[in-house]
């Protein structure tokens, strides 16, 4: 996947879709494996937004239930099992418990627990099961079992790596013809009379622009949404509500996933064992601050924070590593709370609304139906092209497929000379795909080499990820390609090491790699701004 500006200025494609996250991406995949000349534009990095500062979780959503969504739910239960059949390598079953707390939650967990299981009726996952106190003290220690009466224990999904989900689909996409391109802001649309004929494209890097023409546009920029919209001048009106969701990473302090509901306002928040740490979230509020620079501020922290204590008495401020925060793109419904508005997506048909043929936005969605949705999107597309082709997107495995066995891990850490838990390092970030990594390293013992003392990322990663996975920037390898940018420190005791590599491909000068080095610590510091506060 090479990324190259070089035959777009003119061409012209049956689909140009704006932005990069999981859902752009999809549509990107599904698009071209119809037979449709595809390009994708995104503005920074492929899933730099939502999709990489999500919970990871590939899920039905039990607390949809509660809201009488079972249709949300059930799409999302079928698109769990899709997920891991294409994504095996990257989409793993992970067993949740919900405490039961009160003589409310000995109701209505059971009724709860009851109907998911029955949305989900054709699921390869193991199903409810009731568990006593004692069962589950030995199963999660440090868990606060105060006024509990039992729990239930429910299997969902999660990826720990959301970010590789996305860049395989565009990677997919790449190599059925497609051409996907970051660092790529669309700064116009093209209107020939009432009709969409194209847009207008900025190569970030190099400061180049484009016309680049286009049969149909999709705009999938998720939560710049409206300010896509302003700068196409197609729309005014505000069409999606963005809320703040924000994740706590600490030391492991479950082996399961857990289920918690804050005292304060009752909101459901995960613990959820990832790598090496815990994830905890998420909050759900209003947000109207800029939406480039979105972190968790001091109240975030404290509300996640004191929510989890209650379960977890042990955690301390200090056992918090970092924070991530992003923003949710909401269809706008009114009267309802941040919580309370609905996952739902929401297709819309320019023609219909706007009398501008040819254009199409979508609002909203779960990275779980990202597939579904992208499916629907392509449907609507091929029908304003008079083009008749099946989706594959559900029975096509993505590149990483199928699963490594640890006997392969083995054998490879043996024929390579690289340690076994480096090995299944890279399997777990590229799948079968690791071996691609390998290869590289046999040729040059310097790509052997660790990043960074708190990861198992080496050296020949970084090569790859320029090479062959268009890493521009220090934070596109760091945050999107590879596991570093996840470790305590965040990746910064590796950071002047992967800027020395990607300088020394980039052909970066010495004070283009100090910028680099300097931007990145920027936005690990921004990031970590709240312990600054008591």
């Not at 994504?87 to 919900?98: E, I």
């Not at 449907?379 to 099946?390: R, S």
């Not at 002047?496 to 010495?510: D, I, K, N, T």
Request: hydrophobic share 35%.
């Amino acid at each position: 996947m090479k990324r190259d500006f070089s035959d777009i200025d003119g061409s012209t494609f049956d689909v140009i879709v704006v932005g990069g996250g999981i859902q752009g991406s999809g549509i990107a995949r599904d698009a071209t494996l119809r037979g449709l000349k595809t390009l994708l534009l995104e503005k920074e990095d492929f899933a730099c937004g939502t999709t990489s500062r999500s919970t990871r979780l590939i899920h039905g959503g039990l607390r949809y239930l509660r809201q009488f969504e079972f249709k949300l739910v059930r799409q999302d239960m079928r698109e769990r099992e899709i997920l891991l059949h294409i994504a095996p390598h990257l989409v793993s079953p992970l067993r949740f418990l919900v405490p039961i707390n009160n003589t409310m939650e000995k109701i209505t967990l059971p009724i709860g627990m009851l109907l998911y299981d029955l949305l989900s009726f054709d699921k390869s996952l193991p199903g409810r099961k009731r568990v006593s106190n004692s069962e589950i003290a030995n199963l999660e220690p440090d868990l606060n079992t105060e006024g509990m009466s039992g729990a239930y224990f429910y299997y969902d999904c999660r990826v720990p790596y959301t970010e590789r989900l996305c860049l395989e689909n565009v990677i997919a996409a790449t190599e059925n013809g497609a051409t996907a391109l970051n660092h790529a802001r669309v700064t116009g649309l093209i209107k020939s009379g009432d009709s969409v004929s194209g847009v207008q494209v900025e190569d970030i890097i190099s400061g180049e622009k484009y016309q680049v023409n286009a049969r149909v546009v999709v705009n999938a920029s998720g939560h710049w949404m409206d300010d896509v919209q302003n700068t196409f001048g197609t729309d005014s009106r505000q069409m999606i509500r963005r809320t703040k969701g924000i994740h706590l990473i600490t030391r492991q302090v479950s082996n399961n996933a857990i289920v918690g509901f804050s005292r304060t306002d009752g909101r459901l928040f995960f613990v959820i064992p990832w790598l090496d740490y815990s994830l905890i979230g998420t909050t759900d509020t209003d947000y109207r601050g800029d939406v480039d620079s979105v972190i968790a501020d001091t109240n975030d922290v404290e509300y996640l924070l004191a929510a989890v204590q209650n379960i977890f008495p042990s955690l301390k401020r200090d056992d918090i590593y970092y924070t991530t925060a992003g923003l949710r793109a909401l269809v706008i419904k009114g009267g309802k709370t941040a919580s309370d508005t609905s996952r739902a997506h929401q297709l819309i048909d320019h023609e219909r609304t706007d009398n501008l043929k040819g254009y199409i936005s979508l609002l909203g969605g779960k990275i779980t139906g990202y597939r579904g949705i992208s499916e629907e999107t392509v449907d609507m597309a091929c029908k304003k092209l008079g083009h008749i082709a099946t989706c594959r997107t559900a029975e096509i495995p993505l590149p990483g497929a199928p699963v490594v066995s640890r006997d392969d891990i083995q054998q490879a850490a043996e024929q390579s000379e690289i340690d076994e838990s480096t090995v299944a390092n890279l399997v777990d970030i590229y799948g079968s795909q690791f071996s691609r990594i390998l290869d590289l390293a046999s040729k040059d013992p310097a790509g052997k080499q660790p990043l960074c003392a708190h990861s198992k990322d080496i050296v020949a990663q970084v090569w790859h990820a320029v090479e062959e996975e268009s890493a521009i920037t220090i934070t596109d390898f760091l945050l999107r390609r590879g596991s570093a940018g996840f470790a305590p420190c965040q990746g910064l005791d590796g950071v002047e090491r992967v800027a020395q590599e990607m300088g020394r491909l980039l052909g970066w000068s010495a004070s283009e790699q100090e910028n680099q080095i300097e931007n990145y610590r920027s936005w690990a510091a921004l990031n970590n701004s709240w312990k600054q506060s008591p």
